[in-house]
């Protein structure tokens, strides 16, 4: 069964919708909340595949949003279903488990491109030894002393709500050169399952921080670190630090990020030695073009547990209309 996401009139509604990728989502959460985005189900499973037709190729963001043992069984079903429509299928962002799955089964090239990760609050980079722990420690106590605070948004002030507003706008009007984004960026669509917290200096507030929330993880997704330009050297290493010490005192060990692109390629299944050697080719120039690197580094700093994430093309729908419909969905532009 296939519908939209802004279609009241089918199986889901939007809550529904909401509510299953709060339970069964990860770090695709951004995607396929996506108004764009269309999903197919079957009343057998609890759950859905959130997806977009890009040059005719269905574009998958991350697993099956169900239970684990459902994953195998939905996706085949999902299979089927674009081949009765003649159109070819690409995950992007799957979880290692995923990606071993579809290789068993659908027969799947497998390209690791990125990494997810994953922090534990209990245990707070602030509070380690070694240099990246000092140079966190730092960036906070500059932002501090220059008089930053921060602080978590309720969901009931306007006057806050609309503040933190301006910032999305303007760090959004702000973002130059080339862009690969999953979704249009949104801070209070889907309320249910979020949480805001944001930064202040003066009565200024400087910068904000978006959280998702993830129920299979009892744990939260980390969407979005917005600052303006005038904030204080270190807002995003403070905004950081804040929500994982809140977490901490509600005793959550779980908190992700991601996918942020790889270094380099990693595991590659199903292709053969030239087509490998092209494809790190082509994956160095995209990050080359698209500035790739840089939010790696910053979560780096925090000494995060580092999960791999992939690209899977079923039925070895490797080609270049569905390289061409990956980048459309990733809404990659120039």
Same mark, same amino acid.
Request: glycine fraction near 8%.
């Given at each position: 069964?296939?519908?939209?996401? +802004?279609?009241?009139?089918?199986?889901?509604?939007?809550?529904?919708?909401?509510?299953?990728? @709060?339970?069964?989502?990860?770090?695709?959460?951004?995607?396929?909340?996506?108004?764009?985005?269309?999903?197919?189900?079957?009343?057998?499973?609890?759950?859905?595949?959130?997806? @977009?037709?890009?040059?005719?190729?269905?574009?998958?963001?991350?697993?099956?949003?169900?239970?684990?043992?459902?994953?195998?069984?939905?996706?085949?079903?999902?299979?089927?279903?674009?081949?009765?429509?003649?159109?070819?299928?690409?995950?992007?962002?799957?979880?290692?488990?995923?990606?071993?799955?579809? !290789?068993?089964?659908?027969?799947?090239?497998?390209?690791?491109?990125?990494?997810?990760?994953?922090?534990?609050?209990?245990?707070?980079?602030?509070?380690?030894?070694?240099?990246?722990?000092?140079?966190?420690?730092?960036?906070?106590?500059?932002?501090?002393?220059?008089?930053?605070?921060?602080? +978590?948004?309720?969901?009931?002030?306007?006057?806050?709500?609309?503040?933190?507003?301006? !910032?999305?706008?303007?760090?959004?009007?702000?973002?130059?050169?080339?862009?690969?984004? $999953?979704?249009?960026?949104?801070?209070?669509?889907?309320?249910?399952?979020?949480?805001?917290?944001?930064?202040?200096?003066? +009565?200024?507030?400087?910068? !904000?921080?978006?959280?998702?929330?993830?129920?299979?993880?009892?744990?939260?997704?980390?969407?979005?670190?917005?600052?303006?330009?005038?904030?204080?050297?270190?807002?995003?290493?403070?905004?950081?630090?804040?929500? $994982?010490?809140?977490?901490?005192?509600?005793?959550?060990?779980?908190?992700?990020?991601?996918?942020?692109?790889?270094?380099?390629?990693? +595991?590659?299944?199903?292709?053969?030695?030239?087509?490998?050697?092209?494809?790190?080719? !082509?994956?160095?120039?995209?990050?080359?073009?698209?500035? $790739?690197?840089?939010?790696?580094?910053?979560?780096?700093?925090?000494?995060?547990?580092?999960?791999?994430?992939?690209?899977?093309?079923?039925?070895?729908?490797?080609?270049?209309?569905?390289?061409?419909?990956? $980048?459309?969905?990733?809404?990659?532009?120039?």
């Amino acid at each position: 069964m296939k519908t939209s996401l +802004e279609n009241e009139k089918q199986l889901f509604d939007r809550n529904s919708l909401v509510n299953l990728v @709060r339970k069964w989502g990860d770090v695709n959460t951004e995607g396929i909340l996506s108004a764009t985005c269309q999903i197919f189900s079957d009343p057998c499973i609890e759950g859905f595949i959130g997806y @977009r037709i890009e040059t005719g190729n269905a574009v998958v963001f991350g697993d099956p949003v169900c239970a684990a043992v459902n994953k195998q069984a939905l996706a085949k079903m999902f299979q089927q279903y674009c081949l009765s429509l003649k159109i070819g299928v690409v995950y992007i962002i799957v979880s290692e488990e995923f990606a071993n799955l579809a !290789v068993q089964n659908l027969g799947s090239v497998l390209i690791e491109f990125g990494e997810k990760f994953v922090l534990n609050p209990l245990s707070n980079p602030i509070d380690r030894k070694g240099s990246k722990a000092g140079l966190v420690r730092n960036r906070v106590k500059r932002a501090r002393l220059e008089g930053a605070l921060v602080q +978590e948004y309720s969901g009931d002030n306007s006057d806050i709500e609309k503040a933190l507003q301006e !910032v999305a706008i303007t760090w959004q009007k702000e973002r130059q050169g080339p862009q690969v984004f $999953l979704a249009d960026f949104t801070l209070f669509n889907d309320r249910v399952g979020k949480r805001w917290f944001y930064a202040k200096k003066e +009565e200024k507030i400087v910068g !904000v921080i978006l959280l998702s929330e993830l129920q299979s993880h009892n744990g939260w997704l980390i969407n979005s670190i917005l600052t303006t330009k005038d904030a204080p050297h270190g807002i995003s290493e403070l905004l950081v630090i804040s929500v $994982l010490q809140t977490l901490a005192q509600e005793n959550c060990q779980y908190v992700s990020m991601g996918p942020v692109p790889g270094n380099q390629l990693g +595991e590659i299944i199903g292709l053969n030695d030239f087509s490998k050697t092209v494809a790190h080719w !082509v994956y160095q120039l995209a990050k080359k073009v698209f500035h $790739l690197g840089g939010r790696a580094a910053f979560w780096k700093k925090f000494e995060p547990i580092i999960h791999p994430s992939y690209l899977l093309f079923p039925e070895k729908n490797l080609s270049y209309s569905s390289i061409k419909s990956l $980048l459309k969905a990733l809404n990659a532009h120039v």
